[in-house]
């Protein structure tokens, strides 16, 4: 089977519709004391997970220096050794760390804190150029946001990364990065559930990759969860509300089992074919630590983008809902 591309966004970087969200390989990680990964992790799992996923034709693989306190980026690096030219690889700064203590300990968008923390990733990635870099902090102060797109610029002209991007939600700051020439993507939340037509508009106007965080919502599309299920006390999920958010998910998602799994997919993989309709700019992410939830969100791959009449029968539902 001959896998299709897609592109991010100006850069002319051509990668696999579907890549992998390396958040959860990171293992446990705090900030202020609460989590902020996805409790603990095998490492050799993990490794396995990423070779699998290669295999099936994922070639995408986004990660950060937060994910695990650096712990995410070396088992990036020790997976990917001997095949970095077959994959592109993207990583995000901004959140400083202690990687012996496994603690987020601050955020830092200077100049000089930049040059260190790309420096940094290259050296845990085992790499000499970045493809895509990712600014991390989503409601940093857009007028200040020049200056990072100006240090960022240099890092291209140094050759240690080829293009960057805003993991942000709010159309007005992707505009700042959008007027840099080396921009290529924004970082969105996006689910069949959360659609986000603002931040549609904008990376399709601007021709940026859209790189979809939160495609299946953390698990829940996968009709894996209900509404009594728990959580260990380092995963970041513990603070599901299961009463709200993660309620109404769940809830509208058996409105709309039926359509996702028509045709053979699985929840997951009709989550992942919806967002691939809802936008040829669309690179979703989902969250993989194991080699079943590679094969499992590379089936997507196979089964494409949903047709036009199952988008439209999920729209009239969701519509019913209040939820479009």
């Not at 850069?11 to 900030?31: K, N, Q, Y």
């Not at 203590?101 to 085992?126: N, T």
């Not at 993660?246 to 709309?256: F, N, Q, S, V």
């Amino acid at each position: 089977m001959t896998i299709p591309t897609r592109t991010l966004g100006r850069s002319g970087i051509s990668v696999s519709p579907i890549g992998f969200g390396c958040w959860a390989i990171g293992g446990p990680a705090f900030r202020d004391g609460n989590p902020i990964g996805w409790g603990k992790v095998d490492d050799n799992e993990s490794v396995a997970a990423i070779e699998a996923a290669l295999d099936a034709g994922i070639t995408f693989f986004d990660t950060a220096n937060v994910y695990g306190a650096g712990h995410s980026e070396r088992v990036l690096a020790r997976a990917l050794a001997g095949k970095r030219d077959r994959v592109v690889i993207a990583t995000k700064f901004g959140n400083l760390i202690d990687e012996g203590a496994q603690q987020a300990v601050g955020r830092d968008a200077s100049p000089a804190s930049i040059r260190a923390q790309c420096d940094e990733s290259l050296a845990r990635l085992d790499t000499d150029v970045i493809d895509l870099y990712q600014f991390h902090i989503g409601d940093y102060d857009p007028e200040q946001a020049e200056d990072v797109v100006a240090t960022l610029e240099e890092l291209v002209q140094l050759g240690k990364i080829r293009s960057f991007g805003w993991s942000t939600d709010d159309p007005r700051r992707a505009a700042v990065f959008a007027r840099s020439e080396h921009c290529a993507a924004i970082q969105l939340h996006a689910n069949v559930i959360d659609d986000n037509p603002e931040m549609v508009k904008l990376i399709e106007s601007e021709n940026l990759a859209g790189i979809n965080r939160g495609p299946l919502a953390m698990g829940a599309l996968t009709g894996k969860f209900n509404r009594d299920t728990k959580f260990a006390d380092d995963d970041v999920r513990r603070r599901f509300d299961f009463a709200g958010k993660e309620g109404r998910t769940l809830d509208a998602l058996e409105h709309i089992r039926d359509v996702l799994t028509s045709g053979g997919r699985t929840l997951a993989q009709g989550a992942l074919g919806w967002l691939l309709a809802r936008s040829e700019a669309f690179v979703p992410i989902p969250g993989i630590r194991t080699v079943a939830q590679a094969q499992d969100n590379a089936g997507a791959l196979r089964h494409g983008p949903l047709s036009a009449e199952q988008m439209a029968e999920i729209d009239t539902a969701l519509t019913s809902l209040s939820l479009r």
